[in-house]
């Protein structure tokens, strides 16, 4: 394959700009991606509020990230296609191609010097300028990106068209809202000079994208669990309660927790100055905080943090108590099991025979759910054992053996009130089609 120089020239000037596009998409791309979680940074963020053009690009990041693929796959056609031959040319030009070698052999070290090119050029440069100067990249590349998109329109709502109607073939939801890049590759790309996250940070960071998904019901400590001083009992009664419980933080109520009037603080009685004896606790009593059932544990862990408190009553939409959220209940799900010297270390799921798990009755419904890889969920419940007596609408026996959907569920251990332990299996899907069939 030969070409006139003019021509030759030509095709090059020509190859140049399309790896100019490729380079420039590729740019516009990661620094989408950096800038999606400038939030981590107030320098970078107040820096990208200067640029309308930079906001405009981040509030539309999933219509961008579509346009800026379309791009880049057009680049990599056109280059491919140009750039081939013309190493061939060149190679043959350069008398660097043996007479011996086959059409085909000489066809295959031009792709793959043609590969090197691009990857170079049109991926690594631009995608390491991306990462280290973000908001200069995305001002210089808003342009041209904004102009493709207006001519990209059409073939795009085209394509998207196509997809969607193969994506039905296969019932797959075409309408979801994705940010086209993986949200874990979008972390690491806020990590520089490391290869790769700390185990405790990566598992923080995958928690917090998980607590979005999380509400006040499903940490919850249950209102059977819940000790509290009563104002219709006795002094005597209420610190021997007290004693007996080990807590810092009492509810203090009239009757029962559905009339909780504050909260003692177990500090507050001994820096009262008062003898124990005569100590009003409604004198001492601390204004109680109280959060919906239903509300977000990004929402609940800001009022906590906000009011500056430890502990608050969970209730329902009537106004009834159904529970109770500590701080530290919110920060586990970040974090993991907090323990201190007082708790005792108390395994709530953990495996027994060959295919059984075996789980307390006071296992978060959610991680026994994430155990067992279901989704497991239940109406103002939040533990494994609430979750079976509400489903079975009484509380099962010792010994008994129960199916709960996909669920084989043998009772080890209950109380007057509560389930303490069971033993579960998860059958399969067909088998559990077919029984309930």
Same mark, same amino acid.
């Given at each position: 394959m030969t070409f006139e120089l003019h021509a030759l020239l030509l095709i090059l000037l020509l190859i140049l700009l399309l790896l100019g596009m490729n380079a420039l998409f590729v740019a516009a791309e990661f620094s989408l991606v950096k800038l999606r979680f400038s939030r981590f940074n107030a320098g970078m963020v107040e820096e990208t509020r %200067?640029?309308?053009?930079i906001? %405009?690009?981040?509030?539309a990041m999933g219509t961008y990230l579509k346009v800026i693929r379309f791009g880049v796959t057009l680049c990599t056609v056109g280059i491919g296609f140009l750039l081939v031959p013309v190493m061939l040319a060149l190679l043959g030009r350069l008398g660097w191609l043996p007479e011996t070698w086959e059409f085909r052999t000489a066809l295959a070290v031009s792709f793959l010097l043609a590969a090197c090119v691009h990857f170079i050029l049109g991926e690594l440069v631009p995608r390491s300028m991306a990462l280290q100067f973000p908001v200069r990249t995305l001002a210089f590349a808003s342009w041209p990106v904004g102009a493709f998109r207006v001519v990209a329109a059409p073939p795009i709502a085209l394509l998207s068209a196509i997809t969607s109607r193969i994506l039905r073939v296969f019932r797959i939801e075409s309408r979801v809202d994705l940010n086209l890049v993986d949200v874990e590759?979008?972390?690491h790309s806020l990590v520089s000079g490391e290869e790769k996250l700390p185990p405790l940070a990566e598992t923080i960071l995958h928690n917090v994208l998980d607590l979005?998904?999380?509400i006040a019901q499903d940490i919850l400590i249950p209102r059977n669990q819940l000790q509290y001083l009563d104002l219709y009992d006795s002094l005597e009664t209420n610190l021997d309660l007290a004693r007996r419980a080990g807590h810092t933080r009492y509810p203090l109520c009239e009757g029962d927790l559905d009339h909780c009037v504050g909260l003692v603080h177990i500090k507050d009685l001994f820096r009262h100055g008062t003898a124990l004896a005569r100590i009003d606790l409604r004198k001492i009593r601390r204004e109680m905080l109280f959060i919906s059932v239903n509300d977000p544990l990004e929402t609940v862990l800001q009022r906590l943090l906000k009011q500056r408190r430890h502990f608050a009553l969970v209730v329902d939409e009537f106004g009834g108590t159904v529970g109770a959220i500590t701080l530290e209940n919110v920060l586990e799900e970040l974090v993991g099991d907090i323990q201190d010297e007082f708790d005792k270390d108390e395994v709530l799921i953990r495996r027994g025979e060959v295919g059984e798990l075996l789980v307390a009755g006071l296992a978060p419904l959610h991680d026994v759910g994430d155990a067992l890889g279901l989704e497991l969920t239940g109406e103002?419940?939040?533990t494994f054992?609430?979750?079976i007596t509400s489903e079975l609408g009484y509380l099962p026996q010792h010994g008994e053996v129960v199916t709960l959907g996909r669920l084989e569920i043998r009772i080890l251990e209950v109380s007057e009130r509560r389930i303490i332990s069971t033993a579960v299996k998860v059958r399969p899907a067909l088998e559990s089609e077919g029984g309930e069939g």
């Open positions: %200067r640029h309308r053009r906001e %405009r690009m981040l509030n590759a979008q972390i979005r998904k999380r103002n419940v939040s054992g609430g979750f």
